[in-house]
């Protein structure tokens, strides 16, 4: 089932509410179809004997490689041909046997939970890659010299390790995303070993480290599905950055929707690459959080994809940011006709910008409900991007908590 039409409804951490339409098309019939293996259409194959659970997949076209992240082993295949061993060289990362017998003893299953499953597999720099692993529920990172495709090791012959908690999830199972921006990893996932605190997480490169307020819920068991990295600043010529964005696409609980239990609403957030954090309680949080709903569904009765699977984002050149479309992958949490019914809803640019400066909710502290703001918005706008950072985002995370502070 195919859907064109969509609304972006905004809301905030502070949280917003617009509602858009775009362009409706209910012509679904594919425009190019291929049987499996066609002959203009050629299958290439890679599998290895005893390998599990492909959980990463990173294609570069600096070097021309899929390098492949799965369980406790990494692969380089050449794009050349990915399926001639000759090209292709693997690395194994294996969970030292303490680490796993820690992960049973802490009640995970042995053969499935307490292993090292490759969940994030990033380009660090020109030369290097990012990756990191669930570690037997021990998220660590490391280093990969891509020229030669090894961990890159101390000079006692250990591997480099950092810790990935925040970075990378413990549970295999868990749906996170991570995107490197500039030498800075941008990662949505969970913080802690149960699994229960979410987190947006900035961490590596220079600045300090940023992440999500637990206490006030900005995050409600989300399902992150990807992310991405807007270079604004691009055409501007601007080195520094500080207009770029990093958008996160997840599904979450809807509690702001109190008049339905179990509601699960599609987000877009957002937070900005110049973000330095806040003052006092925003000490090393963001000050430039923000997310709205995407909303999709069909165009006669309006019934709700609720559920973003995935989010393709396509910016037609690196300067034209604006031009930017998002296409969504939803399903829906209730049953229509055949079961199983999925759709696809692109959201334009424009129509999230306009979410993320229209109208907001904010949520109160203590009762943890959302609330329209009816009042004049404060300048700085909550959320908002500074490009003069230095004196107008002190000024803005001034208002921030002052604005948390009213909601005391
Ligand atoms: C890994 O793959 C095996 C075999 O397909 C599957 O049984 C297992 O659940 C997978 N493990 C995880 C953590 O996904
Ligand atoms: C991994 O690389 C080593 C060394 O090049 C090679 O001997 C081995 O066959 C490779 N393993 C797989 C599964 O390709
Ligand atoms: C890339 O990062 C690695 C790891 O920090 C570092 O050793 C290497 O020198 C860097 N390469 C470049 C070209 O900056
Ligand atoms: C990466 O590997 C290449 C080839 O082995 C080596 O020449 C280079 O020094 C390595 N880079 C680092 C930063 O270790």
Same mark, same amino acid.
């Given at each position: 089932?195919?859907?064109?039409?969509?609304?972006?409804?905004?809301?905030?951490?502070?949280?917003?509410?617009?509602?858009?339409?775009?362009?409706?098309?209910?012509?679904?019939?594919?425009?190019?179809?291929?049987?499996?293996?066609?002959?203009?259409?050629?299958?290439?194959?890679?599998?290895?004997?005893?390998?599990?659970?492909?959980?990463?997949?990173?294609?570069?076209?600096?070097?021309?490689?899929?390098?492949?992240?799965?369980?406790?082993?990494?692969?380089?295949?050449?794009?050349?041909?990915?399926?001639?061993?000759?090209?292709?060289?693997?690395?194994?990362? #294996?969970?030292?046997?303490?680490?796993?017998?820690?992960?049973?003893?802490?009640?995970?299953?042995?053969?499935?939970?307490?292993?090292?499953?490759?969940?994030?597999?990033?380009?660090?720099?020109?030369?290097?890659?990012?990756?990191?692993?669930?570690?037997?529920?021990?998220?660590?990172?490391?280093?990969?010299?891509?020229?030669?495709?090894?961990?890159?090791?101390?000079?006692?012959?250990?591997?480099?390790?950092?810790?990935?908690?925040?970075?990378?999830?413990?549970?295999?199972?868990?749906?996170?995303?991570?995107?490197? +921006?500039?030498?800075?990893?941008?990662?949505?996932?969970?913080?802690?070993?149960?699994?229960?605190?979410?987190?947006?997480?900035?961490?590596?490169?220079?600045?300090?480290?940023?992440?999500?307020?637990?206490?006030?819920?900005?995050?409600?068991?989300?399902?992150?599905?990807?992310?991405?990295?807007?270079?604004?600043?691009?055409?501007?010529?601007?080195?520094?950055?500080?207009?770029?964005?990093?958008?996160?696409?997840?599904?979450?609980?809807?509690?702001? &929707?109190?008049?339905?239990?179990?509601?699960?609403?599609?987000?877009?957030?957002?937070?900005?690459?110049?973000?330095?954090?806040?003052?006092?309680?925003?000490?090393?949080?963001?000050?430039? &959080?923000?997310?709205?709903?995407?909303?999709?569904?069909?165009?006669?009765?309006?019934?709700?994809?609720?559920?973003?699977?995935?989010?393709?984002?396509?910016?037609?050149?690196?300067?034209?940011?604006?031009?930017?479309?998002?296409?969504?992958?939803?399903?829906?949490?209730?049953?229509?006709? +055949?079961?199983?019914?999925?759709?696809?809803?692109?959201?334009?640019?424009?129509?999230?910008?306009?979410?993320?400066?229209?109208?907001?909710?904010?949520?109160?502290?203590?009762?943890?409900?959302?609330?329209?703001? #009816?009042?004049?918005?404060?300048?700085?706008?909550?959320?908002?991007?500074?490009?003069?950072?230095?004196?107008?985002?002190?000024?803005?995370?001034?208002?921030?908590?002052?604005?948390?502070?009213?909601?005391?």
């Amino acid at each position: 089932m195919g859907v064109a039409l969509l609304w972006l409804q905004a809301l905030t951490v502070l949280l917003v509410s617009v509602v858009r339409t775009a362009a409706t098309e209910n012509d679904v019939t594919p425009r190019l179809t291929f049987p499996y293996n066609a002959k203009e259409r050629a299958t290439r194959h890679f599998s290895v004997p005893g390998l599990l659970n492909f959980t990463s997949l990173l294609l570069s076209k600096e070097d021309n490689m899929l390098y492949l992240g799965a369980r406790e082993a990494l692969f380089a295949l050449d794009l050349a041909d990915i399926t001639t061993p000759r090209l292709q060289r693997n690395i194994t990362w #294996n969970t030292p046997a303490s680490k796993r017998d820690e992960c049973s003893f802490k009640g995970k299953d042995l053969q499935k939970d307490c292993f090292n499953y490759i969940k994030i597999l990033l380009r660090y720099n020109s030369t290097h890659l990012y990756v990191c692993g669930t570690y037997a529920f021990s998220p660590t990172c490391a280093y990969i010299n891509a020229t030669d495709f090894s961990l890159v090791r101390g000079s006692g012959g250990e591997i480099v390790t950092e810790d990935g908690r925040s970075r990378c999830p413990f549970n295999p199972e868990y749906k996170s995303t991570a995107i490197m +921006a500039d030498g800075e990893l941008y990662a949505g996932t969970v913080s802690n070993f149960q699994g229960n605190e979410p987190i947006i997480y900035k961490s590596l490169g220079h600045g300090t480290a940023l992440k999500t307020e637990n206490s006030l819920n900005w995050l409600q068991e989300p399902s992150f599905v990807g992310s991405a990295y807007i270079q604004e600043s691009l055409p501007k010529g601007n080195p520094v950055g500080d207009d770029d964005k990093i958008y996160f696409f997840f599904s979450e609980a809807g509690k702001e &929707f109190d008049f339905f239990d179990n509601t699960i609403v599609s987000r877009i957030a957002r937070v900005c690459k110049g973000d330095k954090g806040g003052e006092r309680v925003l000490q090393k949080k963001w000050t430039t &959080f923000l997310k709205a709903q995407l909303l999709c569904s069909l165009p006669d009765d309006g019934f709700p994809f609720n559920i973003i699977q995935d989010m393709f984002v396509l910016t037609p050149h690196p300067e034209d940011w604006r031009n930017t479309v998002f296409y969504g992958v939803f399903t829906s949490q209730w049953y229509k006709g +055949a079961s199983g019914s999925s759709a696809v809803c692109s959201f334009t640019m424009d129509q999230v910008e306009k979410a993320f400066s229209g109208r907001y909710r904010e949520v109160n502290r203590d009762t943890q409900q959302w609330y329209t703001y #009816n009042h004049p918005v404060p300048e700085p706008r909550p959320g908002a991007v500074s490009s003069r950072v230095h004196t107008s985002l002190a000024k803005h995370t001034q208002r921030v908590s002052e604005y948390l502070r009213r909601g005391q």
